[in-house]
């Protein structure tokens, strides 16, 4: 393996350019390239993990190959002081074995201590205006030629998985599909209610009341 080898993956762009919207998701890519003739893993982390969502966040790239990755930002509520953004990645490649597979991936991998041939690049995120036309990173920055940050700092960033979907809104579907079975068995209790009610000759108009409301509570949890 290349033991020698200090850059495991070229990374495109350094900076990580998000066009902030109101409420509203917005992705970027960045192409990871294996330049050298070993199978490369990688492994990407965040100091905002719950902001972030990253497909894929783990892989593995084969020799003298380019793989994508996607990051999309949750949509924000307000805009950060000055358009400043604080949130940072971190890239790690480390060299494998052939036939290692995305499952065998682990944090240990990583480590210098493990013996394995490592590597990290810290990726800024920059806000910039929508309204602004599609255009190169900066001047001078063309693809191949963009320098490693260099920060001073760097070991004390707090650095985190990040996750491979979007958890939001399958908590809040899980919570309707709770609500709704909570609303079936109260509506199973009123309509159990009414029915010995109306075997006594008759029910109150209260009963029916609350059926028609659980009715339409139901109805427009189903919808969402």
């Known amino acids: 393996m290349g033991s020698d080898s200090k850059e495991l993956l070229g990374i495109e762009p350094l900076e990580l350019r998000f066009p902030f919207e ?10 990871l390239t294996n330049r050298t003739d070993d199978y490369l893993a990688f492994k990407v982390k965040t100091t905002s993990p719950k902001k972030y969502c990253v497909r894929p966040n783990s892989g593995i790239v084969p020799p003298r190959s380019t793989s994508s ?6 949509a924000l509520k307000q805009a950060p002081p000055d ?3 604080k949130d ?14 995305v499952k065998d991936i682990t944090g240990q991998m990583f480590k210098k201590e493990s013996g394995n041939v490592v590597d990290e690049v810290r990726l800024k995120v920059v806000y910039v205006q929508p309204p602004r036309p599609p255009s190169p990173v900066r001047e001078g920055s063309e693809e191949g030629s963009s320098p490693r940050p260099s920060w001073s700092d ?3 960033i707090n650095y985190q998985d990040t996750s491979p979907l979007i958890s939001r809104l399958t908590e809040e579907r899980n919570s309707a599909i ?10 199973d209790l009123v309509r159990r209610e009414i029915s010995k009610q109306n075997g ?3 029910f109150p108009l209260v009963f029916v ?10 109805g427009y949890l189903m919808k969402r």
Request: contains cysteine.
């Open 22 to 31: 109101f409420m509203k998701q917005i992705s970027c890519s960045m192409e």
């Open 69 to 74: 990755v996607v990051v999309t930002m949750q």
């Open 83 to 85: 358009m400043q953004c």
């Open 88 to 101: 940072k990645f971190l890239v790690q490649s480390a060299v494998v074995t052939e036939g290692t597979a």
């Open 154 to 156: 760097g070991a004390n």
């Open 178 to 187: 709770q609500q709704n079975n909570k609303l079936r068995e109260e509506l």
């Open 200 to 202: 006594n000759g008759g």
């Open 209 to 218: 009341v609350a059926v028609a409301l659980l009715g339409i509570l139901l």
